[in-house]
């Protein structure tokens, strides 16, 4: 507030109306604590949110509107944790591969969610089943 970022502002009350609707919908009082896990759960979902809207903002030719959502998305992005690179991905994936004895790609989907049960909150879903998708090929 003392810095006049208008936009960090906006986005950390938006955070903490989130996360009082969150407990809310979750069976607890506004008093209660929001345990690490649901806090992660709630700006990621916020950060989807942003980066949805600056797909259709794109796509609907409102350049000025993408670019405030933008703004709100990398202040998001500093509250999340840093997230996995394919490379280090795949390292896991063919350890994971091969413990598992998983040789044939109809076992594919179980592979990736036995991955994703382990990676939880370090790595995109869409990377992990990109690397195991490459692991097949």
């Given at each position: 507030?003392l810095?006049?970022?208008a936009v960090r502002?906006s986005?950390v009350?938006n955070m903490?109306?989130?996360?009082?609707?969150?407990?809310?919908?979750?069976?607890k009082?506004?008093q209660d604590?929001?345990d690490?896990?649901?806090?992660?759960?709630?700006i990621?979902?916020?950060s989807?949110?942003r980066k949805?809207?600056?797909?259709?903002?794109?796509k609907g030719g409102r350049?000025?509107?993408?670019e405030s959502e933008?703004?709100?998305?990398a202040i998001l992005d500093?509250?999340?944790p840093t997230?996995?690179?394919r490379?280090?991905?795949?390292?896991?994936a063919l350890?994971?591969k091969?413990?598992?004895?998983?040789?044939?790609k109809?076992k594919a989907?179980?592979?990736?969610?036995?991955?994703?049960k382990?990676?939880?909150?370090?790595?995109?879903?869409?990377?992990?089943?990109?690397?195991?998708?490459?692991?097949f090929?």
């Open positions: 507030m810095a006049k970022d502002l986005v009350r903490v109306s989130s996360f009082m609707n969150e407990l809310v919908a979750t069976g009082t506004p604590i929001l690490d896990a649901g806090v992660l759960k709630v990621k979902r916020l989807n949110q949805d809207s600056i797909e259709q903002f794109v350049p000025e509107l993408a933008q703004a709100e998305l500093t509250y999340l997230l996995m690179s490379e280090e991905i795949k390292v896991v350890a994971k091969a413990a598992l004895g998983v040789t044939d109809a989907g179980q592979l990736t969610g036995i991955i994703m382990d990676l939880a909150g370090k790595a995109g879903g869409g990377d992990v089943k990109a690397v195991v998708d490459e692991l090929v």
